[in-house]
């Protein structure tokens, strides 16, 4: 990835300190991070539901 | 004491009423037992010694007197330490906690005491239910029973050992991606994830709101029944909870089942992930052993766990950033190396992204709910391997993420996981079976019809 586009990742996420003091974890992180995306479909329909249904008081 | 620390929760009571046993005195058996035992299975964080015997007092003096609660009074439990316990900590096995008192019961501790349970104290986990075995926390690592070289699964790796180990009858678990089933594998015990909303999670320290759920963990399939009826029940103050009137889950035990159809979701443990040969031969046994008593088994084909993996991880993670975000900002340093890899990544997931897996989904979850409509109860591996070696990060890496645990997470269903055989190394092997919304009873039912035609759940781990 490059550089100055992690850095300002990192500082979106407010993890500048975090980073200085553990810079090999922040960067597993955000490799995690990456591996994920792409990883869900989106579905066909732009208007599908997400779960949990917006129905209060009845859960399940 | 070997005959007293695997008495199981139902002998417990009968032996009470029996007057052949008495709390005070399995009580104090169980903590030599722990004092004996914890310095090779570490499956305590804290042992509340005390508070326990003064329990064990009081549940002898009413179960004297005749006054019995329930088939729990005077039968001592562990709590994973994320439960509260009101005066005691709740440390997440993390330092990041290490001074939070918890000023009053988790709902599911209110109710246990309200049984006359016997609390014996909290339980090791993985730093905050996600870090995995680590070694550079307070506490150790809790270690298998069945060999203490090896995991004892986790996150509730406390719970599952001390069972396996004869510490105690009964303990409870939280399970967002696995985290019963997972020990219950690899200690050869039995681990419930019941129906998402069906226990309250108030008092338990969250990981994900919407994958968490609490169960519970036992040696048999009866006792879970029993831990089960007494922790379950609609919480108006818990956003998840189900309104749910569902009870008595041990209702079905010991009807057989016959004609019942199970589906065997074969292509997770065949061609998603290859299972170990020793799961894969464990899984054929079970399937000709619930065909010998009389079940349909046929095949059943859900989306492959590689997507259902993803769906769970961008959810779980994503959830976990919200609540670790400003612990992670402001002391990252007191945090486990593993527990601060696996928090953080929610931090780079984008909004969007979160949604797409919560609208994936309920695509998985209609999908399992027209396998159900089939099929009375679902079947499949939960450990793809037996436990690996502690001592053998690499190995642990590799081994833990292969399970077929978290599509259960992700879609709510009832989900229990059991011994079904040892490896040739000694290990547990295991099964997982699945049920409709809230037939916790159901799934209980069959786990029940295989633990009695099978001699599994009677071995002893090689402890002193």
Known sequence: ?60 | MSELAFLSASEISRAFAQKKLSPVELTQALLARIEHLQPTLHAFIRIDGDAALDAARVAEREITAGRIRGPLHGVPIGLKDIIDVAGLPTTAHSRVLIDNIAKSDAVVTAKLRQAGAVILGKLSTHEFAIGGPSHDLPWPAARNPWNPDHHPGGSSSGSGAGLAGGLFPLALGSDTGGSVRNPASACGIVGLKPTYGLVSRRGVFPLSFTLDHIGPMTRNVADNALLLDCIAGHDPEDPGSAASQARHFGRELGLSVKGLRIGFIRHFHETDMPAHPEVTAALEIVERVLEAEGALVGTVKLPSLAEFSAVNRVILTSEAWAIHAKWLREQPENYGELARQRLMPGAFIPAGDYINAQRRRLTMIEAVNAALRKYDVLMCASSMDPASNIHDAVETARTYPRQARTPFNVTGHPALAMGAGFSSAGLPLSVQFIGRYFADATVLRVAAAFEQVTVWHMRRPPLG
Not at chain 1, 16 to 42: H, S, Y
């Open chain 1, 1 to 60: 990835m490059d550089e100055d586009l992690f850095r300002a990742l990192v500082r979106a996420a407010g993890l500048e300190r975090t980073f200085g003091k553990f810079p090999d974890d922040v960067r597993v992180a955000v490799e995690q991070a990456l591996r994920t995306a792409g990883a869900i479909p989106v579905p066909e329909n732009p208007t599908a539901e997400p779960w949990p249904p917006m129905r209060a008081g009845t859960g399940l």
